[in-house]
């Protein structure tokens, strides 16, 4: 089953997220903030149940998605896809 790792401030919108997703078989996690993306990220760098995909808010609180994109080489090669409001 594919892993995804979802980091998005918007509570309502990574639980439609997550539903939808678990509906197609995919297994999926939520986080709310930049520093929480990257805690995650490291916990499971070298482990199986490391993330297939990261999808990535660029306006999230403690770090923004573009700082978290910019640390992501240190962590990971995994794919990502950003996801934002911002026009």
Same mark, same amino acid.
């Given at each position: 089953?594919?892993?995804?790792?979802?980091?998005?401030? $918007?509570?309502?919108?990574?639980? !439609? *997220?997550?539903?939808?997703?678990?509906?197609?078989? /995919?297994?999926?996690?939520? @986080?709310?903030?930049?520093?929480?993306?990257?805690?995650?990220?490291?916990?499971?760098?070298? $482990?199986?149940?490391?993330?297939? !995909? *990261?999808?990535?808010?660029?306006?999230?609180?403690? /770090?923004?998605?573009?700082? @978290?994109?910019?640390?992501?080489?240190?962590?990971?090669?995994?794919?990502?896809?950003?996801?934002?409001?911002?026009?």
């Amino acid at each position: 089953m594919p892993n995804i790792l979802i980091g998005d401030d $918007d509570e309502e919108l990574t639980q !439609l *997220l997550q539903e939808y997703l678990h509906n197609h078989g /995919i297994h999926c996690d939520c @986080v709310h903030d930049g520093a929480a993306v990257i805690q995650r990220l490291k916990a499971v760098a070298h $482990d199986d149940s490391a993330y297939d !995909l *990261l999808v990535l808010d660029i306006m999230m609180p403690k /770090i923004d998605g573009l700082s @978290v994109l910019r640390q992501l080489p240190n962590i990971s090669d995994m794919p990502v896809i950003m996801l934002t409001a911002k026009g």
